[in-house]
């Protein structure tokens, strides 16, 4: 069994910044594509950001400049480093990431870490 866990939200004013951390734990051959997503209230969750195995990355248009995805595979950790944050960017956000455990490729998602951007 495999499951990843955020950590690294919280609250933080406008133009601040936060750094979230997704772990992946369990047997873990490798990972593929890892990516973050986020879901407003009242709004369908969208991908904020996709970080593949070889590094190339992907930003929904309203983050780029701002958010940075990363990765460190020997940790199987994926980060979104996020600045000059603004009040649209209050979601919940999700870790996804697509990991070989031995046995078949498994989508797997955590359970949602909360970002509030408020004065």
């Known amino acids: 069994q495999v499951q990843v866990v955020e950590s690294g939200g919280g609250l933080v004013q406008p133009g601040g910044s936060l750094r979230l951390s997704c772990a992946a734990s369990g047997t873990i051959f490798s990972i593929a594509t890892m990516a973050w997503h986020r879901q407003a209230p009242g709004k369908q969750r969208e991908v904020v950001a996709t970080?593949?195995?070889?590094?190339?990355?992907t930003y929904a248009d309203s983050v780029k400049g701002r958010f940075t995805i990363s990765r460190d595979d020997a940790k199987n950790t994926v980060y979104l480093q996020m600045i000059s944050l603004k009040p649209e960017d209050t979601a919940v956000y999700y870790c996804y990431s697509n990991i070989n455990s031995g046995t078949g490729w498994y989508p797997t998602w955590g359970q949602g870490t909360q970002v509030t951007v408020s004065s």
């Open positions: 970080i593949t195995r070889l590094g190339d990355t």
